[in-house]
């Protein structure tokens, strides 16, 4: 299995740019989840999914969009790029609520 | 609302040199408690969950615990490949999807 993969692995973008992050896992899991991480905040839940069709928002979720037509993929889309997004961004999914998750590699974006 | 305090902020060790990590946390009603370990330029990598007060989990050369307010990472005979940042989180047992509240972290340093 290859786990949870992401892409890209690194992105810069200008303001205003959009543009998607992709975030796939082959372990047939429910959940499914997008965080960012910023130095000195620690790990912050942007939206996440509990089966393909369903998704909801977490902690900070504006100015990301998401959707999940499948089971395995759960994409993340910034619709406006803005520099307070520039971080690290991690998709992680579980089998189900109270068990552990899986991380990806994490893309590291940087928005000028 | 949920919140997690992992202390110290770094820790620096000599090889052979056991000590504790800390999490205490806060939250309405506590479904897990999870371990993770985050090497640089990585995503975190799932280490243990603990359910309930009293129980303890072990893998290698560390000791998970848990009481009703806070947990320890125990790290006997560290060795230089032990260095990496160690997350803490809490997932409630309210509360939609996955998530999981994070703490800072401590950034573990073994020295030869």
Redesign the interface.
């Known amino acids: 299995n290859a786990g949870v993969t992401q892409t890209p692995k690194f992105q810069v973008l200008k303001t205003g740019q959009s543009m998607t992050l992709q975030c796939a896992q082959d372990m047939n899991h429910e959940y499914m989840s997008w965080y960012r991480q910023d130095p000195g905040m620690g790990l912050r839940l942007i939206h996440y999914s509990v089966g393909a069709g369903i998704t909801d928002q977490g902690e900070v979720p504006n100015g990301y969009n998401v959707s999940r037509s499948t089971t395995e993929d759960f994409p993340l889309r910034l619709l406006s790029a803005a520099p307070s997004q520039t971080s690290v961004y991690f998709c992680a999914s579980g089998q189900r609520r109270g068990y552990e998750q899986y991380f990806g590699p994490g893309t590291r974006l940087t928005v000028t | 609302e949920d919140q997690?305090t992992q202390s110290p902020e770094a820790l620096r060790l000599q090889e052979g040199e056991s000590s504790s990590l800390n999490c205490s946390y806060t939250v309405s009603g506590l479904?897990?408690l999870?371990w993770?370990r985050q090497d640089p330029?990585?995503?975190?990598?799932?280490l243990f969950?603990l359910?309930s007060a009293g129980e303890e989990k072990e893998k290698e050369r560390l000791k998970a615990t848990l009481t009703k307010k806070e947990s320890f990472l125990h790290i006997t005979a560290p060795k230089p490949e032990d260095s990496a940042t160690y997350?803490c989180?809490v997932?409630a047992i309210t509360g939609?999807?996955?998530?999981?509240t994070?703490?800072?972290?401590t950034q573990l340093k073994v020295e030869l």
Do not use: D, I, M, S
């Open positions: 997690v479904r897990g999870f993770y330029g990585k995503g975190p990598e799932f969950t359910y997350l989180a997932q939609g999807g996955n998530k999981l994070f703490g800072t972290g």
